[in-house]
């Protein structure tokens, strides 16, 4: 089992910062590729960043590309996902999954533990 909880959501206005992280406990926890994703009401789960743990490849969606850079302390077993330049369309409740795969081109893919979310809201 692998429990991961994620931390630094909250209330940004347009044009701020926030730093999500992911810190993941329990049996093999620190092999695993990690995966972002977000929710906002009314609409689809959306993987928007993924990190992989052999080579530290990563993928960003095309709606935060530029904007948002995930990284891993390796040392802390944690996964941050800075965020910059928010937009109130960032505004969604954020998880992170362990993935089986992450690709460059198509994200994160076999999900099997998340966390339970944090909120961000970005509004002025």
């Known amino acids: 089992q692998v429990q991961l909880v994620e931390s630094g959501g909250g209330l940004v206005q347009p044009g701020g910062s926030l730093r999500l992280s992911c810190a993941a406990s329990?049996?093999?926890?620190?092999?695993?590729?990690i995966g972002w994703f977000r929710q906002a009401p009314g609409k689809e789960r959306e993987g928007i960043s993924c990190?992989?743990?052999?080579?530290?490849?990563?993928y960003y969606s095309d709606s935060v590309k530029g904007r948002f850079t995930i990284s891993r302390d390796n040392a802390k077993n944690t996964v941050h996902l800075q965020m910059n330049s928010l937009k109130p369309e960032d505004t969604a409740n954020y998880y992170c999954a362990t993935a089986l795969g992450c690709s460059s081109y198509q994200g994160p893919a076999g999900m099997n533990y998340w966390g339970k979310g944090t909120l961000v809201t970005v509004s002025s």
């Open positions: 990190i992989r743990i052999t080579d530290g490849n990563k």
């Open positions: 329990g049996s093999r926890s620190d092999t695993y590729n």
